[in-house]
């Protein structure tokens, strides 16, 4: 709990200070475009892919898309990054079929800051058909109503507390954005700067020196087709499910329903009923397993419950708060 926290402050700070500087590593990146291409091999082909939020002399989006440009089947690749390191002009690195791709990392500068809400960076994003990165944690909803605004592909890693904010959440609902396929639990490391300080206990320095802290909660956030979101789960009856599940908060107490609102709670993904008609109540990590084609999302507590209603801003039993619940219901015929 202690270390939970440790890491929940260190992202709070780099959210509150703006820093924003938390860098993917390379096998992350390589590890979800990878499985793309398990669902569909031309998925990149022949794209144009803009890596907005990328220094190109350190960014592994950069050196992954470089590497992998003609394995991809690219068009090509642009690569941008907001004014830093003293500099006014944000760096702009471009590679297009047909040259040679550096052996080290080389740029030129934007006319611009390279700030993506500018006119140049739009300009870049129009062009592209794909955008793909780790925006600024602050600017979160910002970055993704900046893509949407433009109806581009795109894939790119964030925090899980995403999925519950007013603007996000519609998309999730409405099946135009759905999680990634590489991470769906446990933590990440991220390279932040040398002058970040090592407080939280996640926190260390690897092999080459650079330092990272380990951050729970990352999942990624796409409208590319993969096709893990298309397998139903595997489901029991409520009988079977209060018989044997293995949580014994299901064995004991089965699918009460809430106080404040008509649906049953479900406490566990894993506990959800095949046999269940009715709107159900359902951890936020449900969305790591949602199958379009097996459930319909209704909502998301305290969006959808009447506000004078809510306990605690939550649906609640006995008069207490659950916590976040995501309201699913069966789709007739679904698996
Ligand atoms: C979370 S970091 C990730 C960097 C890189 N995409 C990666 O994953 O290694 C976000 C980056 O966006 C940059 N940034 C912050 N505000 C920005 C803005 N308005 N426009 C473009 N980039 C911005 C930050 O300086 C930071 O380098």
Redesign the pocket.
Known sequence: MAKRKKTNDALMAARDNKS?????QYDDVAREVEAYLDYDPDTFRDKTVL?????PE????TRYFVRRFDALGLKKLVS???A?HGETR?RIFTLSRGETPPAAPRWGYLDGD????GAE?SRLRDEADMIV???????FREFVAWIMAAGKKFLI?GNQNALTYKEFFPYIQSNRVWLGVSITGGDRA??VPDAYPLEALTCGVDEQGRKFIRVKGVRWFTNLEHGRRHQPLPLMTMAENRRSSPHKLIRERGYPRYDNYDAVEVSYTDAIPSDCGETMGVPITFLDKYCPEQFEIVGLDRYTVPKEKLIGGRVAIGGKPCYARILIRKKTGGA
């Open positions: 924003d500087e938390f860098y993917t890596l907005p939020c990328d220094d350190r960014s592994n989006f941008t990054s907001i830093a944000g390279g700030d993506f809400r960076a990165t780790n925006p600024p944690f602050s600017l890693i991220f390279n």
